[in-house]
């Protein structure tokens, strides 16, 4: 584009990462809000990451060894970052990056489903072709409110839900299939 298509202040004073910043959460046991991203290899969900760093510390964080080439995927074990502002202040909430969702050669719909309830160890790396057992090492059969996810947030690559390319209809499904489990979490949290 050859003009911006909106204004947008990234400075000191932008109003969002004030209210980020700000963020107070209502139960004392929770240390941070969990944020969890998940979506097809190559959507750019690591480069969604790094652009949070990048914004709050207002200078461009190292991305060379985190993003995707192609379609191979980069991110193949759970990793949750944490934030800091340029002045070292720990931010409110964490985003946790998995490997790319996709039958046989992603991450699958029960480890999301795991991850969601907190079942996922940090650093646990995913197996395409075997979802994590409550056997596994990585398995967390206690998970603590910190451990468990609080908002789930899908990236799409935008040409797939524009015409110009298209999304698998196995992946649909287990993202409907993930909404659904996490929309049941969610109604037993509340209930
Ligand atoms: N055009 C465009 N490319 C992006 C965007 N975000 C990431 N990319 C590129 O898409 C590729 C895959 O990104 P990555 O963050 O590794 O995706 P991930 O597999 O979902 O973690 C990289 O080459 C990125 O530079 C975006 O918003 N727009
Ligand atoms: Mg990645």
Redesign the pocket.
């Known amino acids: 584009m050859e003009t911006d298509w909106c204004e947008i202040n990234w400075g000191k004073n932008n109003e969002m990462k004030k209210n980020l910043r700000k963020l107070q959460l209502k139960n004392p046991a929770v240390e941070h809000l969990h944020i969890l991203?998940i979506?097809?290899?190559?959507?750019?969900?690591?480069?969604?990451?790094?652009?949070v760093k990048s914004i709050f510390k207002n200078r461009m964080v190292n991305?060379a060894c985190?993003?995707?080439?192609g379609d191979r995927?980069?991110?193949h074990a759970f990793t949750t970052n944490q934030f800091e502002d340029e002045r070292g202040s720990i931010l409110p909430f964490v985003i946790s990056?998995v490997m790319?969702l996709g039958k046989d050669s992603g991450v699958q719909a029960s480890d999301i489903i795991n991850s969601l309830s907190g079942h996922i160890k940090e650093g646990y790396t995913f197996n395409p072709v075997r979802p994590c057992s409550e056997k596994d090492t990585g398995y967390n059969s206690c998970p603590t409110v910190n451990d468990k996810v609080h908002c789930l947030v899908f990236?799409l690559?935008?040409d797939s839900v524009t015409g110009s390319g298209h999304l698998d209809n196995n992946l649909i499904g287990m993202m409907q299939n993930i909404r659904q489990n996490a929309c049941d979490l969610s109604e037993k949290l509340t209930r």
Do not use: L, R
Not at 66 to 69: F, G, M, P, R, Y
């Open positions: 991203v979506g097809p290899v190559g959507s750019g969900k690591s480069s969604f990451v790094q652009s991305t985190t993003v995707a080439a995927c980069f991110t990056d790319g990236i690559p935008i």
